[in-house]
């Protein structure tokens, strides 16, 4: 395999990932930022490590405050 850090994702995992999006840009206490980071986590192949989640949904945004 010449590409080892791009795993293509099966069929049904990328609807999942689809309709999870969805909803989480359809929730209004989710940024969507933050939203399309952990999209992009979750997209790549490999099952993140709980680092990983981490610093997707904490990152400070441009955007916070109150």
Known sequence: MT????EPLPPT???V???YLIILHA???ID????????ALLRNGKVP???E???VLFAPTKNQGP
Do not use: H
């Open 3 to 6: 590409d080892e850090n791009k």
């Open 13 to 15: 995992v990328a609807r």
């Open 17 to 19: 990932l689809d309709e």
């Open 27 to 29: 929730d209004n206490t």
């Open 32 to 39: 969507n930022e933050v939203a399309d980071r952990l999209d």
């Open 49 to 51: 490590k709980p680092e």
């Open 53 to 55: 989640i981490d610093a």
